[in-house]
């Protein structure tokens, strides 16, 4: 049905008019080395907030920076054999260069050698010591370097002197000292989360500091005897300041407490962005308190990501970056990488990697990065669905080069529109960029699926003009509004987008309402060129694995992770058997045993369990496969790869719960990594059908 109503707008929003500014910050980074893509990651999806935030009218402030102060930065400038500034200004130097690269638009570069930054830590040391909350005494334990932490008895394991947490190496030390006394707020700070359910974010990490306060806060030592780097405790020149106390302050030094009158115009931050290694035992918990103790509010969210995992080529078995010397690639590599093969500038590849961190990091979960995945992101999503819904109507050249007037909306379509913003919104009231990228390609499929059937170009060899103008109008409005959802995370495609539509200014600050509602495109304005904005890489060129899709690393270099690994598909059952793992999975008898028996041994080491559906999409290339994200229990999400695309549209599977085998070994299927497999039953026609309890259950129940 098409009628000329306008989708419904939402209220004006009125934030101009406050004050308070909408303050984001990323963790201020170690200047032990060059920035990773995991650090990038966090910087990225801060910078795509503050875009969106932005484009919401909320007058977004951005804070990012360097951490200069810790010992292992003199550490690694001695192992360099640098002085120590020249070598802090340097590294600082490229995570600006950096972020420039990524089109991060920052309000300020903070660092922790700056004297306002020293002055105000001093200031918060002697505020809290007057009231008691910092006190003298002597700290024995263990402390690890690598880390910045120290570790109470039960976290080191003796044996190796390593933190069982990190595996980072630790001392023993024994030295007087200055302990803040965060054992006085841990009812406090256990009050405040469960009173504010917003307030970390997400609930897996809430639930794992509301345990790690149920074990007991203790005092945390916040000095170390030693002079030279770093910031020294008032009055007592041979103790610097412990570099986690000092850190975490920057965040609150950038609003110019205590001093500057509008102090509070900026403070509290509305959100912290962070990994989860720094999540618990620091903001979630020192900070805080620290907050509470000199009076002043707690920031509205704190956000904690996943780690990036990373496939060890000996053991093929994904692993936390850096572990096992196997490092994360650098975002200059990985560009270089993309530029390489797509033959796209510069900037639309900085785009498709901004993608791909913000689409494919987990909050809950760790995700994994691989070259592979990149790159079917890159000419799924990017090429096949976002600029194919914009090139294939602006090339046929309809209407003389104008956006035609349509004969009315689609009420189907507008719906959809709806839906995907609304959805988009909701997303990011929690933060998670991967569900409001799903909810955007909502649309973005819509539209493929609205011109492949409408068929513009059949409309107009049989000289339906109105039709074809209807057709045309709601393609390109479309992707307009596509191309606004997608605008804080693609910002440089977003704009190309939005110039082959004739708009000059596409999403300009502020200007959420009108930019989100349907029939925002003008008839009679005139269009840009069609240009593709994303070339497609031709992975036949790869070869059967993309082992050579990386740049080849210099001796002592970082490595792109690209092995990959193909396995054999089980076969397809006779119809009505059920298909489970191949027979890889199961041992071997021995003896006379038929290889179609299995002990009752070889079966308790399967393990099949419930899970539940969270997303699932097609894989490109593959018509049988569709990659599906699943829950199988508290803190479990993972991804595995099913066939059976043929028997099931994507769109109706999250929400259903599956049986799967949760120990299967896992492995790479076009590019893709899959953490178990599903079971499903074939029917006469050859289709598969999917295994489900009788009733519900709780994903990770086991199946007996």
Same mark, same amino acid.
């Given at each position: ?42 910087? =990225? ?75 105000? =830590? ?8 007057? $009231?008691?909350? =910092?006190?003298?005494? =002597? ?71 509301? +345990? ?17 780097? /770093? ?15 000092? +850190? ?207 068929? @513009?170009?059949?409309?107009?060899? #049989? ?15 479309? $992707? ?17 987008? /939005? ?5 000059? #200014? ?80 199961? $041992?071997? @008898? ?51 790869? $099913? ?44 289709? +598969? ?16």
């Amino acid at each position: 049905m098409l009628t000329m109503t306008a989708a419904p707008t939402e209220a004006v929003n009125d934030s101009f008019l406050d004050t308070k500014r909408y303050y984001i910050t990323t963790p201020i980074y170690y200047v032990n080395g060059a920035p990773h893509v995991g650090t990038a990651t966090t910087t =990225v999806l801060a910078d795509a907030t503050a875009r969106y935030r932005r484009l919401r009218g909320d007058r977004p402030y951005f804070l990012t920076g360097t951490d200069e102060n810790a010992r292992k930065v003199t550490e690694a400038a001695e192992k360099a054999g640098r002085e120590t500034l020249p070598f802090v200004d340097e590294v600082s130097q490229r995570f600006v260069e950096t972020w420039k690269l990524m089109n991060c638009d920052y309000d300020v570069f903070f660092r922790t050698t700056e004297a306002r930054h020293r002055r105000i =830590v001093q200031e918060v040391f002697t505020r809290l010591k007057a $009231a008691g909350d =910092v006190y003298p005494g =002597v700290y024995e334990g263990w402390y690890s370097v690598a880390d910045e932490t120290f570790f109470r008895d039960t976290d080191v394991d003796e044996t190796t002197q390593t933190a069982k947490e990190s595996g980072a190496k630790v001392e023993r030390v024994r030295e007087d000292t200055y302990f803040f006394r965060l054992s006085a707020y841990g009812d406090r700070l256990k009050a405040h989360i469960l009173t504010h359910p917003d307030f970390l974010v997400p609930d897996t990490r809430r639930n794992e500091v509301l +345990a790690f306060i149920e074990q007991g806060l203790r005092d945390i030592n916040i000095t170390q005897n030693r002079s030279g780097w /770093g910031i020294e405790v008032p009055g007592e020149p041979n103790k610097i300041i412990y570099v986690w106390f000092d +850190a975490l302050i920057n965040y609150l030094a950038e609003s110019g407490w205590p001093d500057a009158p509008d102090w509070d115009t900026l403070w509290p931050a509305n959100v912290h962005f962070m990994g989860k290694e720094i999540y618990t035992r620091f903001h979630a918990t020192l900070w805080p308190a620290m907050l509470m103790a000199l009076g002043l509010p707690l920031p509205q969210h704190v956000v904690g990501h996943g780690w990036w995992l990373v496939r060890d080529p000996k053991t093929l078995a994904f692993v936390k970056g850096s572990k096992s010397g196997i490092q994360l690639p650098l975002p200059q590599e990985t560009v270089q990488l993309l530029q390489e093969r797509s033959g796209a500038p510069e900037a639309i590849c900085v785009d498709a990697l901004r993608y791909y961190l913000c689409r494919d990091i987990q909050l809950q979960s760790d995700a994994e990065f691989s070259v592979e995945m990149l790159i079917t992101r890159y000419n799924s999503d990017l090429a096949n669905d976002l600029g194919n819904v914009l090139n294939r109507v602006l090339r046929a050249k309809y209407f003389e080069g104008t956006i035609p007037q349509p004969g009315g909306f689609d009420d189907a379509l507008t719906a959809v529109a709806a839906q995907a913003v609304s959805g988009y919104k909701a997303a990011l009231e929690r933060f998670d960029w991967g569900a409001a990228l799903q909810a955007a390609w909502t649309l973005v499929g819509a539209l493929n699926k609205y011109v492949a059937e409408k068929e @513009p170009w059949t409309l107009a060899r #049989n000289g339906d003009t109105q039709g074809v103008a209807t057709v045309v109008y709601h393609a390109l409005e479309g $992707a307009r509004l596509a191309a606004v959802l997608v605008s804080p995370v693609l910002p440089s495609a977003a704009a190309a987008m /939005g110039a082959q539509l004739g708009i000059a #200014n596409l999403a300009a600050e502020g200007t959420w309402s009108e930019a989100t509602r349907w029939g925002g495109l003008v008839p009679g304005t005139p269009i840009g060129e069609p240009t593709p904005l994303f070339p497609r890489i031709d992975t036949r060129a790869l070869g059967t694995g993309t082992a050579d899709a990386a740049p080849s690393p210099k001796k002592g270099s970082r490595t792109m992770n690209t092995a990959s690994q193909e396995p054999t598909f089980a076969p397809v059952a006779e119809p009505g058997k059920t298909t489970a793992a191949s027979d890889s999975a199961l $041992a071997k @008898p021995e003896g006379g045993g038929s290889s179609d028996t299995v002990t009752i041994d070889d079966f308790a080491r399967i393990q099949l369990k419930i899970a539940e559906i969270l997303t699932a999409e097609r894989i490109e290339g593959a018509k049988k496969l569709l990659r599906l994200r699943i829950r199988v229990g508290e803190g479990d999400d993972r991804q595995l790869v $099913a066939g059976i695309a043929e028997s099931y549209a994507p769109e109706d599977l999250p929400g259903r719960q599956i049986v799967v085998i949760a120990n299967l070994q896992p492995a790479t299927i076009r590019g893709v990594q899959s953490q178990g497999m599903l079971l499903a039953a074939t029917d006469s026609e050859g289709r +598969a059908i999917l295994l489900k309890p009788d009733a519900p259950v709780a994903p990770g129940s086991k199946v007996r």
